[in-house]
């Protein structure tokens, strides 16, 4: 699997994480890099895109102003630092790359996935 994530746990209300998805297997530079979760009973949803540049992020509403996506082309991982988490942030969390220069929203327009990561937040 070329897209490694982990740093999830279990964490209080009010807390903070920071997702890792390391990557390997191809070329780092030339892909957007996205974070996605799904919750039980619930479709797959988006929650984070950086461009391979860096220079271009997006977040979906429910996590803008909490969370905060980051990339380390040398390291060739990304981040995602979730600040004031709350107990619908429960989920896995998965990291996807998607061969293109921009930032992407859709599942289906990604082309590599990692195993997800657990995030479960206690109110």
């Known amino acids: 699997v070329p897209l490694q994530a982990y740093g999830g746990g279990l964490v209080q209300a009010g807390g903070s994480l920071r997702l890792s998805c390391a990557v390997s297997?191809?070329?780092?530079?030339?892909?957007?890099i996205g974070w996605f979760r799904q919750a039980p009973g619930k479709e797959r949803e988006f929650v984070a895109a950086i461009a391979w540049s860096g220079g271009s992020t997006y977040y979906a509403d429910s996590v803008k102003g909490r969370f905060t996506i980051s990339r380390d082309n040398a390291k060739k991982t990304v981040y995602l630092q979730m600040n004031s988490l709350k107990p619908d942030d429960t989920a896995v969390y998965y990291c996807a790359a998607a061969r293109t220069s921009r930032v992407v929203l859709t599942a289906g327009e990604y082309d590599y996935w990692g195993h997800g990561t657990q995030v479960t937040v206690s109110s």
């Open positions: 297997g191809f070329t780092f530079d030339d892909y957007t």
